[in-house]
């Protein structure tokens, strides 16, 4: 198995690409720590993780929280080989109507936490450790609405590369998993409260070449990939999980029929 005797923290990993990251990992012989904001969630993801899951409380924009978090890690574990910064938020922030609290919200979880949390997760990482950060094909698709959101993965994009280059002196790897449009509960939460997951894939998915949404597994594999020891000469790298949406647009649906 990739990871057996292998400790890991995965941020938001209550639902989502963070809880199929985390089942993935334990199935291949990890022990892995969660985060989560919502206590029921958090403790029926570690039910049905097993036993070797830990999971943490935890609302990340709070910096204390964060190094929290990590001493709670280093108490259980002593070390972490492999950090998954998962955790995020999304959010309508159009010109005209976005108040600075909803934008700088955003970009509060979506990067400032990301640094901290990797930042605070650094000591307790050996040579030969795995950072892999969860951006998005948002980051340069243009959509109206999203321009915190937007924004704040292309932040991602570009803090992978700076944290790729320091560390590599320290043997940490640092890679990014760029998911496309994946069924997670995103879709249904927020301003998207009441929709569904089948409804807003059916909704997208002409403009995708695949014609469907990523499923969490998908992306978790990706990321799995990055975390072990097969990718040992990969970092500063990307995974892409679009369906071809941002390779090969001309293939999607809404194209080839023009």
Do not use: H
């Not at 209550?14 to 206590?39: M, P, Q």
């Not at 070390?79 to 005209?96: C, E, K, M, R």
């Not at 990523?214 to 995974?239: H, M, P, Q, W, Y």
């Not at 369906?243 to 194209?255: D, E, N, Y």
């Amino acid at each position: 198995m990739r990871f057996t005797e292998k400790t890991a923290l995965i941020t938001g990993g209550n639902s989502g690409i963070g809880f199929a990251t985390a089942k993935l990992l334990i199935a291949e012989g990890a022990r892995v720590a969660i985060t989560g904001r919502d206590r029921a969630k958090l403790d029926e993801a570690v039910s049905e993780l097993g036993a070797n899951a830990l999971g943490i409380q935890a609302d990340l924009d709070d910096p204390t929280a964060i190094d929290s978090v990590i001493k709670q890690v280093s108490d259980v574990y002593g070390s972490l080989d492999i950090v998954f910064a998962n955790a995020g938020i999304s959010g309508p922030t159009p010109l005209g109507s976005t108040t600075a609290a909803a934008f700088e919200a955003i970009l509060r979880t979506n990067v400032t936490a990301v640094f901290l949390t990797v930042q605070a997760a650094l000591p307790l990482m050996p040579a030969g450790g795995s950072i892999v950060l969860n951006g998005s094909v948002m980051r340069e698709l243009g959509r109206a609405g999203t321009a915190a959101y937007s924004a704040s993965k292309a932040a991602i994009t570009g803090m992978a590369k700076v944290f790729a280059g320091e560390l590599v002196q320290r043997g940490i790897r640092v890679n990014t998993v760029i998911p496309g449009g994946t069924r997670t509960p995103i879709w249904t939460r927020g301003a998207r409260a009441g929709a569904t997951i089948d409804g807003t894939e059916q909704a997208l998915s002409g403009a995708i070449p695949m014609e469907r949404f990523a499923a969490a597994e998908e992306v978790a594999e990706a990321v799995a990939f990055l975390a072990s020891n097969g990718a040992s000469g990969i970092t500063a790298a990307e995974i892409v999980v679009d369906g071809g949406t941002t390779g090969a647009p001309w293939a999607s649906p809404v194209l080839r029929a023009s």
